[in-house]
C-alpha cells in the first residue's frame, strides 16, 4: 500500500530539547516536503527536498532542519525548539513526473513544546 | 508571488442539501493544478479533487464537483447531497508547474453538516 508514515503521531516536549520527527515513504517518490499548519492560516512550507542530498527552504523554515540521505526518509529536525512551533506538522511526498495529479500526506504529527 | 484565499471560514449546511465552498488564486502562470482536500477531525489530509489549468472539462469525483472559471481564477468545490459526514475543514491549494511538488494552502473552510 502506498503511504507516507510519521513518527511520532503525538509529541509533548518542553523549551530547547532537540528532537526529530521522521518521515518515510514508500512509492520511490523524489519530492518530499514538511509542512506545519496553524489555525487560519491553512498549511505552510517548512521545507522541501528535490531529491537525495537536495534540500531548501520553504515558506517557514526558521528554527528547523532537514535531511535527505535515502530517497525513502525525510526527518524534520528542531534543534532547540520553542512555543512558537507547537502545531501540526505534515510530511509529503510526490513525484515530479508531470500530470500526477496528488501529493501523498502523512498522518500528521501534533507537537506541543512547552 | 501565488496566493490562495478561501474566504469562507465556517459553514453550517443541512444533511441532503448541496453546499459551495469557494476559492479564488492568484498567479500569473498558465500551468498549474488547483486541488481540494478535506481534513475531518482525526486530522489526517484527504485528497478529494483536481482540475488542471488547461483541462477543458470541470472535475467532477462522486459527489464532488469542482466549478472551475480560469479567467475569473476561481475553483470552488461542490459538495452535493451532504452527509454528516462531510462535516470536516476543506482546503484548497494550488501546485505551479515550475514547482510541482509544492502545494499553496488556502486558509481553510470549516464545514458543519446538521441532521
Known amino acids: 500500500e502506498a503511504q507516507v508514515t510519521q513518527n511520532p503521531r503525538y509529541l509533548i516536549t518542553v523549551t530547547g530539547k532537540k528532537l526529530t520527527v521522521t518521515c518515510s515513504q514508500n512509492?520511490?517518490?523524489?519530492?518530499m516536503s514538511w509542512y506545519r499548519q496553524d489555525p487560519g492560516l491553512g498549511l505552510r512550507q517548512i521545507y522541501y527536498?528535490?531529491?537525495?542530498?537536495?534540500?531548501d527552504k520553504g515558506d517557514v523554515p526558521e528554527g528547523y532542519k532537514v535531511s535527505r540521505k535515502e530517497k525513502r526518509n525525510f526527518p524534520l529536525i528542531l534543534e532547540s525548539p520553542s512555543p512558537n512551533q507547537t502545531s501540526l506538522y505534515f510530511c509529503?511526498?510526490?513525484?515530479?513526473?508531470?500530470?500526477?495529479?496528488?501529493?501523498?500526506f502523512g498522518p500528521g504529527t501534533r507537537l506541543l513544546v512547552l | 508571488a501565488q496566493k490562495i484565499t478561501q474566504t469562507q471560514p465556517g459553514m453550517f449546511v443541512q444533511e441532503k442539501e448541496a453546499v459551495t465552498l469557494d476559492c479564488t488564486y492568484d498567479?500569473?502562470?498558465?500551468?498549474?493544478?488547483l486541488f481540494w482536500y478535506k481534513q475531518p477531525s482525526s486530522g489526517e489530509m484527504i485528497f478529494l479533487i483536481y482540475?488542471?489549468?488547461?483541462?477543458?472539462q470541470n472535475a467532477t469525483e462522486g459527489r464532488y464537483s469542482l466549478n472551475f472559471q480560469k479567467a475569473r481564477k476561481s475553483a470552488n468545490l461542490v459538495i452535493s447531497a451532504s452527509q454528516l459526514g462531510d462535516s470536516a475543514m476543506y482546503f484548497c491549494?494550488?501546485?505551479?508547474?515550475?514547482?510541482?511538488?509544492?502545494?499553496?494552502f488556502g486558509a481553510g473552510t470549516q464545514v458543519v453538516v446538521t441532521p
Open positions: 498567479t500569473s502562470d498558465q500551468s498549474y493544478g
Open positions: 512509492m520511490n517518490h523524489e519530492y
Open positions: 527536498s528535490m531529491n537525495v542530498e537536495v534540500t
Open positions: 482540475q488542471g489549468s488547461y483541462d477543458e
Open positions: 491549494a494550488m501546485r505551479m508547474a515550475d514547482s510541482w511538488g509544492k502545494l499553496q
Open positions: 509529503a511526498s510526490s513525484t515530479l513526473i508531470m500530470g500526477v495529479k496528488t501529493q501523498y
